[in-house]
C-alpha cells in the first residue's frame, strides 16, 4: 500500500513484555503460603524468555499517531534471527490482543525451528523472523494495524502471515467488523459477493482459487481478516487458506465506494471526515543549511578518533536520553535508524540531526537481507530512505544491513543507490548483556583508534551506560566524529562495507 509518501508498499512491544505480578494478600492466610507464594513468583520471572526486557519508562517524545507507540525488539543467535515491531496503547486488553497474536508466531517460528534442527538443519544459513506492522489513521484515534509475518526456518521458502488489527483509542476498544458494517443478512450477502468478485478478478490468481474453500471462509464473514482504511475494506487471506501455495498469500480491496452502502452509520460518518496529512511537525521549517551536520574542527591524524553508532531507533525513551548524555559531552554520534521507527517518530529523527548527528540507512523493518529478493531489499532501501528524507530533509548516504547481513545482491543494490555499507570493529554487547558496567567494559576493553562502535538506542542500559562510556574514552584520548569523517580522515570511499580498525 502506497503510505503517505505515495511510495510506500503495501507488502508488509516490547518483546516478551514484562509480565506484571499482582499478588493479593489477605488477612489471616498462613505465613507458609506466603513463603510459597514467594517462591513461586521468583521461579515465574526466572522462567521468563531470554528476551523480556527492562520496564518501560516514561515515553518523553510522542508518536505522531496519539495514543499508540511502537518499539523493534531484534535477536540474534547462531542459528536465528528475529525482528519484531510491537504497538502498543495504554490500554491493557489491546495490547494484550495484539501480544497474543506476535506471540503465536513466535512460538510457531521456534517450533519450526527445532524441528529443522533435529531433521539436521542447514548450518549456513540461519532462521529469520521478522514482524513489521504498517499504521493507518483512518479517523480521530482510530488506527489500522497491518500486521505481516514472515519466516524461514528451514526449506526452499518461507512462511507468510497476515493479521490487522482496528482499534478505536476513543473507546479503548478493538473493532470487529460488524462493528464497521451493519450486521443484516441484505449487507452480509453483498459484502460477500464483492469479495468473491475481486477475488475472481484477479488474473495473477484466478486459476489457484478453491471455490469450495471461498464458500467455507465467507461463510462465517466475522471470521475473516479484515481491515478498513481510506481506501476501502482489506480482506486477508493467508497461503493455503483459499488458493493453492502458488497464489501465496492473498490481500484484496473492495473500494471505500463500493462498501460504503453497508458501513454503519456512525462508523461512516468518521471514517469519511477529512483529517489532515501529517507527518507530525508541528514546528516551523528551518533552513536547509540548518539542518546539515555539524562542522567538528579539522581532523588531526595523529590524534585518536573513534565513531559511535546507535542502531534500531529512534526510540521515544531512550534517544533522548542519548541525545542529552551527547550534547553535554559535547560528542558526535551516528544513527542508524530504522524507516518504521522514524514514520511513528519523525520529531525524533528530526531532533537527531538538529543536534548535529548523522543519520544513516537501517532499512524499513529490520529484515535479514540476505533472506529477501532483489525486489525486497530495494523496496526495504528505498522506502526507509524516503521516509528519513521526509522527517529530515537528510537523503541517507550510509547504510548498515541488519545483523550486518549481507551478499552481492545487497551490495549491487546499495552501491546503486550510491550508499556506503558500514559495519562495526567493536561490539559493545548491549543487546546481550542490558547491563551499563558490561557494556562499557565490553567497548573499552576492544576499542582502539579508528574503532567504529556498536551501540542500540533502543535498551535502557545503553544510556545508562553512555555518561562513563564517554568519560572512559576522554581519559584515554579519544574523540568521537561521525563514521563520515572517520572514513574521511581513513581515506576511505565507495560502497564498502567498512568495518574501520
Known amino acids: 500500500m502506497l503510505m503517505k509518501l505515495g511510495i510506500r508498499i503495501k507488502n508488509y512491544m516490547r518483546e516478551g513484555y514484562s509480565t506484571v505480578m499482582r499478588s493479593k494478600v489477605f488477612v489471616g492466610i498462613a505465613f507458609i503460603v506466603i513463603i510459597f507464594g514467594i517462591f513461586y513468583g521468583a521461579n515465574q520471572f526466572a522462567g521468563q524468555s531470554e528476551e523480556s526486557l527492562e520496564s518501560r519508562e516514561e515515553v518523553t517524545f510522542s508518536s505522531i499517531y496519539p495514543g499508540l507507540n511502537r518499539e523493534i ?29 506476535i506471540n503465536q508466531q513466535e512460538k510457531e517460528f521456534k517450533i519450526n525451528m527445532e524441528k529443522w534442527t533435529e531433521d539436521g538443519a542447514d548450518t549456513v544459513h540461519r ?14 484515534m482510530i488506527y489500522t494495524l497491518e500486521f505481516k509475518a514472515y519466516q524461514i526456518a528451514g526449506g526452499a521458502n518461507g512462511i507468510n502471515r ?54 467455507d471462509d465467507l ?14 475494506l482489506a480482506i486477508y487471506f493467508d497461503e493455503y487458506e483459499i488458493a493453492a501455495g502458488a497464489a501465496g498469500s492473498i490481500n484484496i480491496i473492495i473500494p471505500l465506494s463500493k462498501i460504503k452502502p453497508y ?97 544513516g540507512n537501517h532499512t524499513m523493518n529490520h529484515p535479514d537481507l540476505t533472506t529477501l529478493d532483489v525486489k525486497q531489499i530495494i523496496e526495504e532501501v528505498v522506502v526507509s530512505s524516503s521516509i528519513i528524507e521526509e522527517a529530515t530533509g537528510i ?18 543494490i546499495v552501491e546503486d543507490k550510491n550508499l556506503s555499507i558500514i559495519m562495526w570493529s567493536v561490539d559493545s554487547l548491549d543487546w546481550k548483556s542490558r547491563e551499563a558496567e558490561a557494556i562499557n567494559e565490553e567497548v573499552m576493553s576492544n576499542v582502539s583508534d579508528g574503532s567504529i562502535i556498536l551501540l542500540h538506542d533502543i535498551h535502557s542500559a545503553t544510556a545508562d551506560a553512555l555518561p562513563q562510556l564517554l568519560d572512559s574514552l576522554d581519559k584515554e584520548g579519544y574523540k568521537t566524529i561521525s563514521v563520515t569523517h572517520l572514513i574521511e580522515l581513513r581515506e576511505n570511499s565507495g560502497a564498502g562495507p567498512y568495518f574501520s580498525r
Open 73 to 101: 525488539h531484534t535477536k540474534e543467535t547462531e542459528k536465528y534471527t528475529t525482528s519484531i515491531s510491537r504497538p502498543y496503547t495504554e490500554d491493557a486488553t489491546i495490547n494484550e490482543s495484539i501480544n497474543e497474536w
Open 127 to 140: 532462521g529469520h523472523l521478522n514482524i513489521q506492522v504498517e499504521t493507518e489513521k483512518i479517523a480521530e
Open 162 to 215: 497476515s493479521k490487522a488489527f482496528v482499534i478505536d483509542l476513543n473507546e479503548n476498544e478493538q473493532l470487529h467488523l460488524f462493528d464497521v458494517i451493519d450486521k443484516n443478512e441484505a449487507s452480509i450477502q453483498n459484502i460477500q459477493k464483492l469479495i468473491e468478485e475481486e477475488l475472481y478478478s484477479r488474473q495473477d490468481i484466478e486459476d489457484y482459487l478453491f471455490e469450495d474453500k471461498i464458500e
Open 219 to 232: 461463510e462465517e464473514l466475522d471470521s475473516v481478516e479484515w481491515s478498513v482504511n481510506h481506501e476501502g
Open 263 to 359: 458501513l454503519q452509520e456512525s462508523f461512516a460518518h468518521k471514517i469519511m471526515e477529512d483529517f489532515p496529512e501529517t507527518n507530525g511537525d508541528t514546528e516551523n521549517e528551518e533552513d536547509s543549511d540548518q539542518k546539515d551536520e555539524k562542522k567538528e574542527e579539522d581532523l588531526d591524524p595523529n590524534k585518536k578518533y573513534v565513531a559511535l553508532t546507535f542502531d534500531d531507533g529512534p526510540h521515544p525513551e531512550v534517544t533522548p536520553r542519548v541525545l542529552d548524555t551527547l550534547e553535554k559531552y559535547e560528542s558526535t554520534a551516528t544513527f542508524f535508524m530504522l524507516g518504521s521507527q522514524v514514520d511513528y517518530y519523525p520529531l525524533l529523527a528530526k531532533r537527531v540531526v538538529a543536534d548535529g548527528h548523522e543519520i
Open 395 to 412: 537523503n541517507p548516504k550510509l547504510i548498515r544491513p541488519p545483523y550486518g547481513a549481507f551478499n552481492d545482491d545487497v551490495k549491487n
